[in-house]
């Protein structure tokens, strides 16, 4: 059973940083049974929506929101995903969770961590 743990979270200020980090147990990165690692957000009452995304080792992909800003990032020894998050926006606020998805179709989340940017 794969399990992820998110860390990282918290308040920031407008155009500042923030580093989230997600360790994943029961399986490795680079098992042939991952399709993708994932990065997603919600915000109350809204759909969680993709953020950004590595399919199968390739390079990441953005979404049109975060692109130039956030940048996804993998440690294969540590089974450790992280996702840099710079010049944030009061609309980066939401609880981000990351995600593994198989090849068979399962999906794996983090618990969800919040993320606030506010003055």
């Known amino acids: 059973q794969v399990q992820l743990v998110e860390s990282g979270g918290g308040l920031v200020q407008p155009g500042g940083s923030l580093r989230l980090s997600c360790v994943a147990s029961g399986t490795t990165f680079s098992a042939y049974s991952i399709y993708s690692l994932n990065w997603f957000r919600q915000v109350p009452g809204k759909q969680r929506e993709l953020v950004a995304e590595?399919?199968?080792?390739?390079?990441?992909n953005y979404a049109d929101a975060v692109k130039g800003r956030f940048t996804f990032s993998t440690d294969n020894a540590e089974n450790k995903m992280s996702l840099e998050m710079n010049s944030m926006k009061s609309e980066d606020t939401a609880v981000y969770f990351c995600n593994v998805h198989t090849r068979l179709g399962n999906d794996f989340w983090g618990q969800g961590i919040q993320v606030t940017v506010s003055s």
């Open positions: 590595i399919i199968s080792g390739n390079t990441p």
